[in-house]
């Protein structure tokens, strides 16, 4: 498995302590989610109707401000395996550093993958990737900058799994134009990683093969159910995204005081320059908090939110220690 | 989509009713379902770890007497999805009548599909098929007669979506067998179809493959929490297999008091022929109780076992009715 956030057993594996003594922050997923409330015995045993999955496919539209196909899959990742299969393979170019599943599913199936550091270099690509906001460093690309880009490139995927929270930047309303395909994750402004649940959204022709490749059935009964009304609650999201908002300040002031430099970030997670991302997560972790570091950089440490009170107490705590 | 059970749409809009007013009997899914219980809020927000489904399999593995490889995706169907691309398109042959998903999903991508009537005309094909016991007539297959068929195909697939309740027909035990590989829904017999679960147990080879394809997260911590407590329980499932033979023997009763013959079937569903399968479901629908046709076979129905006993009474008044 490639190295990710969320590896948990790995943290209990080396500092101890069972999974629900940690504060996992190694990951984007907001700690505090959506509220779950009463998942129907009829979403536990059926299976989803149709009806059931277009009304989630509606909800989805509305949230995310468009008008063009949408299909629900289990998870961003979900749709990111189907990606290879969207076209024969061929050169693919992925605007980095980034989410590393990309070039490691593309490249297991055959695609030629070349990882690129500026936009303009993704131009000539049968197949290019961008993730906006990026993941982990928090660059952004106007939305003009990106469709400028659509006709030089066969197919331009825009993964906006960190977007919930600059609706400004996203594309999901232009997604119907010939070869552009946005991808969307429930899981992580909704904290509600377990549940799997993700979006792509695109032309009918790319959306339709989708559906096709991931069947009848792609999610669960409770994912449907919670997701409907997830997607539905503007209030919940205008709150959440007002808090996110606050909390990135209050994580980047904490970091500052321990002279870590900000690279960026989006709203759910930070990224920060420190003089030893490895000491810094291990300190973290003897206060049973868990963080993320980078193979290839080793100053990068990145910080998902605490969610409750208590957690960035013990953040705070655990950062004083020496 | 392809004609399938369980599309209680079509039923609610010719006949009217909410989903909950209806008793669906149109697939082969227990009414009774196992407990779901508590979920912890951990499996709803936080992404699965590889401990987690690493327990889950360990379950699979006790569960369907195994030692084989196994790896967990959403559903069989989500295994069936996978099966064209565990090799390059051939010649697919499936022992028919059966499951429509994977004529429909190997001819998709350009396999050349070939349904058989008898075992023994499998021999030769890249890709066999057999369903085991098979859906819809229940026709089964000894797993001396499986295996010896094996060295004659490149890959055999052997569906025992509906083998809960036949343990001794299961090729499970033997799936490391290169070339084999068995598919288990955990949905149906455990009666939680929305959790959407399902298991392929093969060859390291195969498994690792399908895991790669189906991504580090491919099923929900619901699924993963539920599945493993469910796996387990013995007793549960010992009590189940024991009803639904009674129940069998009893909807059996039923439907030969309507003159109608037993075709074959499973512990989960039956298939008779009726003298005019639409218009036995047509009387069964104005009950508000939904059952399987065929468009191939205008004299099946097939009718999954009702659960509580205010269903069965239910079923004998719709049964009665002129």
Redesign the interface.
Same mark, same amino acid.
């Given at each position: 498995? @490639?190295e =990710?956030?969320?590896?948990?057993?790995l943290a209990q594996q080396r500092f101890g302590g069972r999974?629900?003594d940690w504060i996992?922050l190694s990951?984007g997923?907001n @700690?505090l989610?959506y509220p %779950?409330g009463e998942?129907s015995?009829? *979403?536990?045993?059926?299976?989803?109707? @149709?009806?059931e999955i277009d009304a989630l496919h509606q909800a989805a539209r509305q949230a995310y401000r468009t008008r063009a196909p949408v299909v629900a899959m289990?998870?961003a990742?979900?749709v990111?395996?189907l990606l290879p =299969?969207l076209a024969s393979p061929g050169r693919a170019r992925i605007l980095a550093p980034t989410y590393n599943?990309y070039a490691g %599913?593309l490249s297991?199936v055959g695609w030629d993958v070349q990882e690129v550091a500026e936009l303009d270099a993704l131009a000539g690509a049968d197949l290019a990737i961008v993730v906006n906001p990026n993941n982990p460093d928090g660059r952004c690309h106007a939305p003009k900058d990106l469709l400028a880009l659509l006709p030089r490139v066969g197919r331009l995927v825009i993964d906006e799994s960190f977007a919930d929270g600059v609706p400004q930047l996203s594309l999901a309303p232009e997604a119907d134009r010939l070869g552009l395909l946005i991808l969307r994750s429930f899981?992580k402004f909704f904290?509600?990683?377990?549940?799997?649940l993700g979006f792509a959204i695109g032309n009918a022709a790319d959306i339709d093969r989708l559906a096709?490749?991931?069947?009848?059935?792609?999610?669960?009964? *409770?994912?449907i159910a919670i997701g409907c009304r997830a997607l539905r609650d503007d209030t919940w999201a205008e709150v959440t995204s007002e808090r996110l908002a606050r909390d990135c300040v209050r994580l980047d002031e904490m970091a500052q005081a321990q002279g870590w430099r900000l690279v960026g970030g989006a709203s759910l997670f930070r990224l920060y320059e420190t003089p030893d991302a490895q000491a810094a997560q291990e300190k973290l972790a003897h206060g049973h908090i868990w963080s993320r570091v980078f193979a290839q950089e080793p100053t990068w440490l990145r910080l998902g939110l605490p969610g409750h009170e208590s957690e960035w107490t013990r953040l705070g705590e655990a950062l004083e220690r020496n």
């Open positions: 498995m @490639r =990710h956030g969320g590896n948990l057993d999974a629900d996992d990951t997923i @700690r989610p %779950v998942v015995s009829r *979403a536990w045993s059926a299976l989803p109707s @149709r009806a289990g998870g990742q979900a990111i395996q =299969h599943e %599913v297991a899981g904290g509600l990683a377990g549940l799997r096709a490749m991931s069947g009848p059935w792609p999610v669960s009964g *409770a994912a």
